[in-house]
T-cell receptor, first 113, second 112 residues
Framework: DSGVTQTPKHLITATGQRVTLRCSPRSGDLSVYWYQQSLDQGLQFLIHYYNGEERAKGNILERFSAQQFPDLHSELNLSSLELGDSALYFC????????????FGPGTRLLVL | TQLLEQSPQFLSIQEGENLTVYCNSSSVFSSLQWYRQEPGEGPVLLVTVVTGGEVKKLKRLTFQFGDARKDSSLHITAAQTGDTGLYLCAGASRDSNYQLIWGAGTKLIIKP
């Protein structure tokens, strides 16, 4: 158990819909990262938040957005969903810096029908 | 654009054999991490290397960071079925503003 929690574990929705994925980092970790992993693919970095502020953006679509709240939990919002958005979405946290060890949550498996 | 290339992309071998996975880049990294991911789970850190030429051992796994800090390798001796998984390397550098750059991974299957 990494100490990072993600909800929900599974999500099935239809094209055009909007969903919110939630992540609680390890106690004491200030940084949260979101990743997308399609079937049999590597990790695609989406976005990094540090202590409530956006620190870095990766290959995140404009239809996707994220935020980190004062209690340090984070939400990833995916809107106007397309079939190709079906993937595993991982949240990771680290104490402060991206180059430190990142602890990953169990992921949310999203299926868009 | 910084890239970390992993090879091979896929490897299927018999239990007891040895193998090496490579992680290469044209960029210099201040640190490089190796993660292992099992199906349906998040990646878990195996090791971090920071010094050029550094060698770290974790039981049957040996990790090496290249002298120029542009490449790394993971060698597994006498592979076991429990070694099956996706192996990912990730590096941080000043050029990436110390964000991790991820390799695409090596999918390893160890057959009994």
């Amino acid at each position: 158990d990494s100490g990072v929690t993600q909800t929900p574990k599974h999500l099935i929705t239809a094209t055009g819909q909007r969903v919110t994925l939630r992540c609680s980092p390890r106690s004491g970790d200030l940084s949260v990262y979101w990743y997308q992993q399609s079937l049999d693919q590597g990790l695609q970095f989406l976005i990094h938040y540090y202590n409530g502020e956006e620190r870095a953006k990766g290959n995140i679509l404009e239809r996707f957005s994220a935020q980190q709240f004062p209690d340090l939990h984070s939400e990833l919002n995916l809107s106007s969903l397309e079939l190709g958005d079906s993937a595993l979405y991982f949240c990771a946290s680290s104490v402060e810096l991206a180059r430190e060890t990142q602890y990953f949550g169990p992921g949310t498996r999203l299926l868009v029908l | 654009t910084q890239l970390l290339e992993q090879s091979p992309q896929f490897l299927s071998i018999q239990e007891g054999e040895n193998l090496t996975v490579y992680c290469n880049s044209s960029s210099v990294f201040s640190s490089l991490q190796w993660y292992r991911q099992e199906p349906g789970e998040g990646p878990v850190l195996l090791v971090t290397v920071v010094t050029g030429g550094e060698v770290k051992k974790l039981k049957r796994l040996t990790f090496q960071f290249g002298d120029a800090r542009k490449d790394s390798s993971l060698h597994i001796t006498a592979a076991q079925t429990g070694d099956t998984g996706l192996y990912l390397c990730a590096g941080a550098s000043r050029d990436s503003n110390y964000q991790l750059i991820w390799g695409a991974g090596t999918k390893l299957i160890i057959k009994p």
